[in-house]
Protein backbone atom coordinates (compact mmCIF):
# COMPACT_ATOMS: atom_id res chain seq x y z
CA UNK A 1 0.00 0.00 0.00
CA UNK A 2 1.43 3.06 -0.96
CA UNK A 3 1.20 6.55 1.19
CA UNK A 4 -1.00 8.04 -1.63
CA UNK A 5 -3.87 4.62 -1.43
CA UNK A 6 -3.21 4.42 2.26
CA UNK A 7 -6.65 5.12 3.62
CA UNK A 8 -5.58 5.20 7.17
CA UNK A 9 -3.34 7.54 7.11
CA UNK A 10 -0.56 4.96 8.38
CA UNK A 11 2.96 6.54 8.69
CA UNK A 12 4.97 3.17 9.93
CA UNK A 13 4.08 -0.58 10.95
CA UNK A 14 5.74 -1.03 14.63
CA UNK A 15 7.20 -4.46 15.35
CA UNK A 16 6.47 -5.65 19.26
CA UNK A 17 6.74 -8.62 21.91
CA UNK A 18 4.14 -9.36 24.03
CA UNK A 19 4.29 -8.87 27.90
CA UNK A 20 0.56 -10.33 28.41
CA UNK A 21 -1.92 -11.56 26.71
CA UNK A 22 -5.19 -13.21 28.60
CA UNK A 23 -8.29 -14.49 28.33
CA UNK A 24 -11.00 -11.81 28.76
CA UNK A 25 -13.53 -14.40 30.69
CA UNK A 26 -17.85 -13.91 30.45
CA UNK A 27 -20.33 -15.95 32.58
CA UNK A 28 -23.52 -17.04 30.99
CA UNK A 29 -26.53 -19.25 31.71
CA UNK A 30 -25.81 -17.21 35.15
CA UNK A 31 -22.57 -18.70 35.38
CA UNK A 32 -23.35 -22.58 34.16
CA UNK A 33 -21.01 -21.59 31.59
CA UNK A 34 -18.17 -19.37 30.17
CA UNK A 35 -16.86 -17.52 27.55
CA UNK A 36 -13.70 -16.71 26.71
CA UNK A 37 -12.56 -14.20 24.12
CA UNK A 38 -8.61 -13.30 23.15
CA UNK A 39 -7.55 -10.81 20.89
CA UNK A 40 -4.40 -11.33 19.15
CA UNK A 41 -2.60 -8.39 17.95
CA UNK A 42 -0.88 -9.16 14.85
CA UNK A 43 -0.05 -5.62 13.54
CA UNK A 44 0.24 -2.27 14.84
CA UNK A 45 0.83 0.88 13.03
CA UNK A 46 1.38 4.47 14.20
CA UNK A 47 -1.01 7.19 12.10
CA UNK A 48 0.00 9.80 10.61
CA UNK A 49 -1.21 13.10 12.27
CA UNK A 50 -1.31 15.22 9.61
CA UNK A 51 -3.40 13.13 7.28
CA UNK A 52 -6.06 12.66 9.62
CA UNK A 53 -8.62 15.29 10.18
CA UNK A 54 -8.13 18.73 12.83
CA UNK A 55 -10.87 18.18 14.85
CA UNK A 56 -9.06 14.50 15.77
CA UNK A 57 -5.65 15.87 16.04
CA UNK A 58 -7.10 18.02 18.26
CA UNK A 59 -9.51 15.66 20.36
CA UNK A 60 -6.22 14.09 22.37
CA UNK A 61 -3.89 11.09 21.65
CA UNK A 62 -4.23 9.35 18.00
CA UNK A 63 -4.17 5.95 19.00
CA UNK A 64 -2.35 3.50 16.90
CA UNK A 65 -4.41 1.17 14.13
CA UNK A 66 -4.51 -2.82 15.17
CA UNK A 67 -5.19 -5.80 13.15
CA UNK A 68 -6.16 -8.57 15.67
CA UNK A 69 -7.06 -12.26 15.68
CA UNK A 70 -10.22 -12.84 17.92
CA UNK A 71 -9.86 -16.48 19.45
CA UNK A 72 -12.33 -17.65 21.38
CA UNK A 73 -13.36 -20.81 23.71
CA UNK A 74 -16.35 -22.04 26.02
CA UNK A 75 -16.72 -23.80 28.99
CA UNK A 76 -20.19 -25.53 29.02
CA UNK A 77 -21.66 -28.74 31.54
CA UNK A 78 -21.16 -32.25 30.10
CA UNK A 79 -25.11 -32.74 29.87
CA UNK A 80 -24.99 -29.23 27.79
CA UNK A 81 -22.75 -31.31 25.03
CA UNK A 82 -24.00 -33.06 22.06
CA UNK A 83 -22.37 -34.51 18.61
CA UNK A 84 -19.91 -32.88 16.32
CA UNK A 85 -21.32 -33.55 12.49
CA UNK A 86 -18.26 -32.85 11.30
CA UNK A 87 -19.19 -29.75 8.82
CA UNK A 88 -17.55 -26.29 9.13
CA UNK A 89 -20.55 -24.17 10.59
CA UNK A 90 -20.89 -20.91 8.66
CA UNK A 91 -22.26 -18.13 10.68
CA UNK A 92 -25.62 -17.72 9.42
CA UNK A 93 -26.13 -21.25 11.04
CA UNK A 94 -24.57 -20.08 13.77
CA UNK A 95 -27.56 -17.29 14.09
CA UNK A 96 -29.83 -19.22 12.68
CA UNK A 97 -31.40 -21.36 15.78
CA UNK A 98 -29.10 -19.45 18.31
CA UNK A 99 -29.72 -17.28 21.26
CA UNK A 100 -28.40 -14.11 22.17
CA UNK A 101 -27.53 -14.82 25.90
CA UNK A 102 -27.07 -12.40 28.52
CA UNK A 103 -23.49 -12.06 29.65
CA UNK A 104 -21.54 -10.73 32.98
CA UNK A 105 -17.72 -9.62 32.85
CA UNK A 106 -15.68 -12.29 35.09
CA UNK A 107 -12.28 -10.76 33.97
CA UNK A 108 -11.59 -8.38 31.15
CA UNK A 109 -7.66 -7.62 31.41
CA UNK A 110 -5.15 -5.13 29.61
CA UNK A 111 -2.98 -6.66 27.99
CA UNK A 112 0.30 -5.23 27.28
CA UNK A 113 2.60 -5.36 24.21
CA UNK A 114 6.04 -3.28 24.26
CA UNK A 115 7.42 -1.97 20.76
CA UNK A 116 10.86 -2.95 19.65
CA UNK A 117 12.78 0.52 18.35
CA UNK A 118 15.66 2.39 20.34
CA UNK A 119 13.05 4.16 23.13
CA UNK A 120 10.38 0.62 23.89
CA UNK A 121 7.07 1.81 24.77
CA UNK A 122 3.90 0.22 26.33
CA UNK A 123 0.68 -0.27 24.33
CA UNK A 124 -2.16 -1.62 26.32
CA UNK A 125 -5.41 -2.96 25.26
CA UNK A 126 -8.35 -4.61 26.22
CA UNK A 127 -10.86 -7.05 24.36
CA UNK A 128 -13.98 -6.14 25.26
CA UNK A 129 -17.09 -8.67 24.40
CA UNK A 130 -20.27 -6.44 23.03
CA UNK A 131 -22.85 -9.97 22.21
CA UNK A 132 -22.70 -13.73 22.48
CA UNK A 133 -24.88 -15.78 20.69
CA UNK A 134 -24.88 -19.96 21.34
CA UNK A 135 -26.26 -22.43 19.00
CA UNK A 136 -27.43 -25.34 21.46
CA UNK A 137 -28.68 -27.54 18.35
CA UNK A 138 -24.97 -27.33 16.48
CA UNK A 139 -22.17 -28.51 18.58
CA UNK A 140 -17.75 -28.30 18.15
CA UNK A 141 -15.68 -30.68 17.66
CA UNK A 142 -15.38 -30.90 21.20
CA UNK A 143 -19.06 -30.89 22.06
CA UNK A 144 -19.46 -27.53 23.38
CA UNK A 145 -22.24 -25.84 21.99
CA UNK A 146 -21.24 -23.53 18.89
CA UNK A 147 -20.85 -19.54 20.22
CA UNK A 148 -20.19 -16.66 17.91
CA UNK A 149 -18.71 -14.12 19.72
CA UNK A 150 -18.88 -10.58 18.95
CA UNK A 151 -16.18 -8.02 20.55
CA UNK A 152 -14.36 -4.94 20.22
CA UNK A 153 -10.56 -4.27 20.89
CA UNK A 154 -10.05 -0.98 23.23
CA UNK A 155 -6.11 0.05 23.45
CA UNK A 156 -5.09 2.84 25.59
CA UNK A 157 -2.37 4.26 23.72
CA UNK A 158 1.49 4.23 23.96
CA UNK A 159 3.23 5.01 27.20
CA UNK A 160 7.15 4.75 28.04
CA UNK A 161 8.52 1.47 28.92
CA UNK A 162 9.38 1.05 32.50
CA UNK A 163 12.32 -0.34 33.62
CA UNK A 164 10.92 -3.70 34.61
CA UNK A 165 9.07 -4.18 31.38
CA UNK A 166 12.57 -3.96 29.52
CA UNK A 167 14.01 -7.28 31.18
CA UNK A 168 11.31 -9.08 30.11
Avoid at 17 to 41: C, F, P, Q, T
Avoid at 88 to 110: H, R, T, W
Avoid at 134 to 144: E, L
Wanted: aromatic content about 10%.
Amino acid sequence: MTPATNPFAISQEVRFNVLREDWSKYYIYDGAAEIWARAIIVKVFEVDRSKIPEQMRNAGEVLPLLAHQLVVTSFFPPDWRGPFEGLPISPAEILDGGEDVEFEPNNEPQNEYITIEEEPRVLRVRCVVTRIVVNRKRFSAWGDPVSRVDAQIVPSGFRKARPNELER
